[in-house]
């Protein structure tokens, strides 16, 4: 019986593991694709800023 006690915290982890990878993999894509892609990039041009000019004048 010990042998079931040693395998079982493994199995779990396991089952978990793959239950988390097919998610990922099936929330790739599909109609929310392109959503979720404008919703990226207007949060890295939220990050990036507009251009900003130097503070120090012309030589």
């Known amino acids: 019986m010990d042998y079931v006690s040693a395998l079982l ?3 779990v982890m396991a089952v978990f ?3 988390v990878i097919r998610v990922i993999v099936k929330t790739q894509g599909g109609a929310n694709k392109a959503k979720e892609d404008a919703a990226v990039d207007a949060a890295l041009a939220r990050t990036e800023g507009p251009p900003r000019s130097s503070a ?3 030589a």
Do not use: C
């Open 17 to 19: 593991f793959i239950g």
């Open 9 to 11: 915290p493994p199995v």
């Open 56 to 58: 120090t004048g012309d």
